[in-house]
């Protein structure tokens, strides 16, 4: 008797240290997937930026940035490179989108491209009518994802 007493025992004992390891386990890959993700939400930021930076080495490409944010005229031999300058920063943009709906990017990474893009719309008047011009040509409807809706929120406030 006493020996199946303790073997009830030990049966009770090591299912209780299986559950105790499956739920360490559980933690252990939840630690290990936010830590995966934060990684990768790292690397796709500066993936998403890296093309800023060519502008920063191109001192003409300044120059037309600056034009755009002061509403300058930009003469025919700019128009393409305003049109990739404000492409890319869209690009951007909807990188982010991609990102938060696949869960790789978290509600403040969004909310901190959402800053970036009224402070871009603020800031650089002369880029809205190639902002419209992407607007139709991507379709963007009204309650895609809160990016969109502020992006064509943005535009319909500057009368776009």
Request: net charge negative.
């Amino acid at each position: 008797m006493n020996v199946a007493k303790l073997n009830d025992f030990l049966s009770i004992i090591a299912n209780v240290g299986v559950l105790i390891g499956l739920v360490f386990l559980i933690l252990e890959l939840n630690q290990s997937n936010r830590i995966a993700i934060a990684a990768s939400e790292a690397e796709i930021r500066s993936t998403l930026i890296a093309p800023g930076y060519s502008i920063l080495e191109n001192p003409e490409l300044i120059e037309l940035l600056s034009k755009l944010q002061r509403n300058d005229p930009i003469d025919d031999s700019e128009l393409t490179a305003a049109a990739v300058i404000v492409g890319m920063r869209f690009s951007t943009w909807a990188g982010v989108v991609e990102q938060y709906n696949m869960g790789v990017f978290s509600d403040n990474t969004l909310n901190n491209y959402t800053e970036d893009m009224k402070t871009f719309f603020k800031n650089t008047p002369g880029a809205l009518p190639f902002l419209a011009v992407i607007r139709e040509n991507y379709n963007i409807q009204s309650g895609e994802n809160p990016l969109y809706d502020v992006f064509l929120a943005e535009l319909s406030a500057r009368g776009y």
